[in-house]
């Protein structure tokens, strides 16, 4: 059985003191051979700084087999400050994977646990995008990252440090890049999404025809959506509740008229997408444009607010995913 890292979530937060990134890499090669607990000698290094930063994650996932050869990721626990959130998550392993929604500012801890037994010999891990970390956290293995591999073997665990730095706001991809190949198995669901909101609270919305800035608070619905080479995979999650609703393939979305939703776009696998909402436009991020469909390449991703007014249908237009299906339904009630 094999084993990575030196600390348990409960027992090492480095992100507690903002000059984690300068210690965190010695630390970890350092504590392996510590014959004192690892929370004594954070306890002597560390003192108050009296900074104040964003909310502190402690998450656990697993990666498990699940139906049709897929693999898929599950949420064992996620706290934040100290909260159980666990319950907003799907019990089961799903595709995508738990979308891990977190604030400019906030830190993440976070274990992947390998569920996977029937390759005693590979490991799964979690790379993402968009936030701040070590290199220690790539999740890659070593003839990428140069340092180690950086992953868990079955029934074994890795942990991860995550800085949710200023500037990282947007929807980011996280995936295994360790299982079988070094490219790892996200084609066979090894992925999902960070949603993180701008420190500010507000993000850009098309409400009706206008473009404007509209609290996060009152979004009512975010739509997680992966263009794959032969599907959308999807999650719904409630504005208000936080309930996470996996929806898998082309699956259909639901809102209240006149209500605030986002979609979040990411293109998966290695095709090109057009993406087009019937009857609505929206904001193209960065600009103080509207537009009515969009261009989404791989590993890219495409963030828009609008109000709901209509159902309608999504689509992905170009020809070859439009001959696969690649369409869903928006439906909209009073």
């Not at 990575?4 to 090669?29: E, K, M, T, V, W």
């Not at 959130?85 to 019990?91: Q, V």
């Not at 009515?292 to 991703?301: M, Q």
Request: aromatic share 10%.
């Amino acid at each position: 059985m094999k084993f990575q890292r030196c600390y348990a979530p409960g027992q090492y937060f480095a992100s507690d003191n903002p000059g984690y990134p300068l210690i965190a890499g010695p630390f970890r090669r350092f504590c392996s051979g510590l014959k004192i607990p690892a929370i004594l000698f954070l306890a002597i290094f560390f003192l108050p700084v009296g900074e104040s930063i964003g909310a502190q994650h402690r998450i656990q996932m697993t990666a498990e087999v699940i139906r049709d050869g897929l693999l898929a990721y599950r949420m064992v626990e996620h706290t934040v400050d100290g909260v159980d959130i666990t319950s907003r998550y799907d019990g089961e392993a799903t595709v995508p994977g738990p979308t891990i929604v977190l604030t400019e500012g906030d830190k993440v801890v976070i274990t992947i646990r390998n569920g996977i037994t029937m390759r005693p010999d590979q490991q799964v891990s979690i790379h993402t995008h968009g936030v701040h970390y070590l290199i220690l956290s790539d999740g890659t293995l070593k003839v990428i990252n140069k340092v180690e591999d950086e992953g868990a073997y079955p029934v074994g665990f890795y942990t991860y440090l995550w800085d949710v730095a200023a500037g990282t706001a947007g929807t980011w991809p996280y995936h295994d890049h360790n299982f079988l190949t070094h490219n790892g198995s996200e084609h066979r669901g090894l992925f999902g999404a960070l949603i993180v909101n701008p420190a500010s609270g507000a993000v850009t919305a098309s409400v009706e025809g206008r473009i404007q800035s509209v609290p996060v608070d009152s979004i009512k619905k975010d739509y997680v959506l992966f263009l794959g080479d032969d599907a959308f995979w999807g999650t719904e999650i409630d504005g208000v509740s936080k309930q996470q609703t996996p929806r898998w393939t082309n699956p259909a979305l639901t809102a209240k008229h006149g209500d605030n939703v986002r979609f979040h776009l990411i293109a998966m696998g290695t095709d090109l997408h057009q993406f087009r909402l019937k009857g609505y436009k929206w904001v193209d991020p960065g600009t103080h444009n509207l537009i009515d469909r969009a261009n989404i390449g791989p590993l890219e991703n495409h963030v828009f607010t609008i109000k709901s007014s209509h159902s309608a249908d999504y689509i992905d237009r170009n020809f070859s995913n439009r001959l696969m299906g690649m369409r869903g339904d928006f439906n909209v009630t009073r």
